[in-house]
């Protein structure tokens, strides 16, 4: 079985309920990912959304983490141009932002799953370990080996997350409700109501709703104080 990036360690503690632990990194030095590896976290998250890393910026990053045996989720634009050279570095997951209804979910798919799922085109490197393995081996768990996560930012797709989470080909464990919870937080910030903004509140709320559903759905919360913290008590985390 192929096995560029540690992705069964992820769904091993999802299985068990465990608490998994991440950072995101916007600095282009890889051994930044690779600290946060040593240090103990499940996951580094490379934002490629915020900063002004390159794709072999990226490719470093996933090398460190790898080395360090820990996942990487780097965050590309929903364009699947922009997606497929960094479905290319083989990383465990791809975190694809600003997600707001079912057809951005589709497109998501398009562009990451191989066919009949979806529409990515093949010309692996790493992932067949350059060429050590053979193609029909790759495809076969392909898929499986990595990690297609959408985060949910708006409650548009709040209001769809159940078929969101039906499409074919969205990993169905995790979705990250950042700006929702982030919007939370600056109400906060700013000595507000939290209940004074009831769409960005009901959304997280429901968000932590589906969470708890049949779908099973682990949500990622994204937090940078302890006033971050404070949200996810209200909510009851």
């Not at 409700?177 to 004074?196: C, M, V």
């Not at 769409?199 to 968000?207: H, L």
Request: charged letters at 20%; glycine letters at 8%.
């Amino acid at each position: 079985e192929v096995a560029m990036n540690n992705v069964k360690k992820i769904r091993a503690k999802w299985a068990n309920k465990e608490l998994c632990v991440g950072t995101n990194v916007n600095f282009t030095d890889a051994s930044v990912s690779e600290f946060f590896g040593k240090a103990g976290y499940d996951i580094v998250w490379i934002d490629l959304e915020h900063s002004a890393m390159s794709v072999d910026d990226a490719l470093n990053h996933v090398r460190a983490a790898h080395g360090s045996g820990r996942l990487l989720y780097p965050g590309a634009a929903n364009d699947p141009v922009l997606i497929k050279p960094i479905l290319e570095l083989h990383p465990a997951g791809i975190i694809i932002p600003r997600i707001n209804s079912v057809s951005d979910a589709e497109k998501v798919v398009s562009s990451c799953r191989y066919p009949p799922r979806g529409n990515r085109g093949f010309g692996p490197a790493r992932g067949l370990r350059f060429g050590a393995i053979p193609a029909t081996e790759y495809l076969a768990s392909a898929d499986e080996q990595m990690l297609v996560i959408p985060q949910i930012e708006h409650i548009n797709a709040v209001d769809k997350i159940d078929e969101i989470l039906d499409i074919e080909g969205i990993d169905k464990h995790l979705a990250a409700f950042t700006e929702l919870l982030l919007t939370a937080f600056r109400f906060l910030s700013l000595g507000k109501n939290i209940n004074a903004h009831p769409v960005s509140w009901e959304a997280a709320g429901r968000s932590d709703r589906v969470a708890n559903s049949e779908t099973e759905l682990i949500v990622g919360h994204h937090d940078f104080n302890p006033l971050g913290i404070l949200i996810e008590n209200h909510l009851g985390h």
